[in-house]
């Protein structure tokens, strides 16, 4: 999946694939999470908001989404 560089003192990329509902977030640390089940809406609001990881701690992060690290 190909990933979008984000300016976040904590996310480093995001990528999103619509036709799976999937959203992967990489972190600065190097960590890289893939969340299932996330609407398109929840995706672009991410990419849209003006403190990407506050948005991601408020609806992702704590949401109802099944998630794996990848590494």
């Not at 999103?16 to 977030?25: G, I, K, M």
């Amino acid at each position: 999946m190909n990933r979008t560089s984000v300016s976040s003192s904590n996310l480093r990329s995001v990528g999103y694939d619509p036709s799976t509902s999937t959203l992967e977030v990489e972190f600065h640390n190097g960590g890289l999470y893939e969340y299932s089940g996330v609407p398109a809406s929840i995706h672009a609001g991410l990419m849209a908001a003006s403190s990407h990881g506050s948005y991601f701690d408020a609806h992702i992060k704590n949401g109802p989404y099944r998630y794996r690290k990848i590494r």
